[in-house]
């Protein structure tokens, strides 16, 4: 017989006030991490630390304890399409296949949730957008994966801070 998974609340949505400073920071977060990262990265490669704090926030809800196995899973997402792609390339029908055993093993983990640090939601969501032909095409895997984890970061540290910073300043309740 099947568990049932325990009930999740769910914050209610901000209210306008509340959610028009939410969106100044995001905006604000958004821009910081445009002027950062291409400092050191090419712009297409940006999309791994924006994907890292859309998939957060919106799977996670911004729960600093959640960002570690959304980075890794991430990784070990963007992993997985390289495969496909320098597998098929270097070793043609044999190095699909490889590539794509490791993709169902991946997913049978994720599916028994055997190693949620290391491959979960985040894993999906990565391989995903990292098995895109277009993705593929265009890609420095280097540089998606360093997206990835300093955009993770940048964003898991400003938005610790930010809620620090809140909690210190909230009126007392």
């Not at 028009?20 to 445009?34: E, T």
């Not at 729960?63 to 070990?76: D, E, N, S, W, Y």
């Not at 991946?106 to 979960?120: F, G």
């Not at 990835?148 to 801070?161: N, Q, R, Y």
């Amino acid at each position: 017989m099947a568990e049932t998974p325990p009930a999740t609340t769910v914050a209610p949505p901000p209210g306008p006030l509340a959610g028009l400073a939410i969106l100044i920071i995001v905006l604000v977060l958004i821009a910081a991490w445009l002027a950062i990262g291409s400092l050191f990265l090419q712009q297409t490669s940006l999309i791994g630390g924006f994907l890292m704090l859309w998939y957060w926030a919106n799977n996670e809800q911004l729960q600093i304890k959640r960002l570690p196995a959304a980075i890794i899973g991430a990784v070990v997402g963007i992993g997985l399409g390289w495969a496909l792609v320098y597998g098929t390339v270097n070793y043609g029908t044999t190095g699909l296949i490889a590539a794509l055993l490791l993709l169902i093993l991946a997913l049978y983990l994720d599916i028994i949730k055997a190693v949620p640090l290391v491959v979960n939601t985040s894993t999906m969501l990565y391989v995903t957008i990292a098995a895109a032909p277009l993705v593929q095409l265009h890609v420095d895997w280097v540089e998606l994966v360093l997206s990835t984890v300093v955009g993770g970061l940048f964003f898991g540290l400003a938005v610790e801070g930010l809620q620090r910073l809140a909690a210190k300043y909230a009126p007392a309740g």
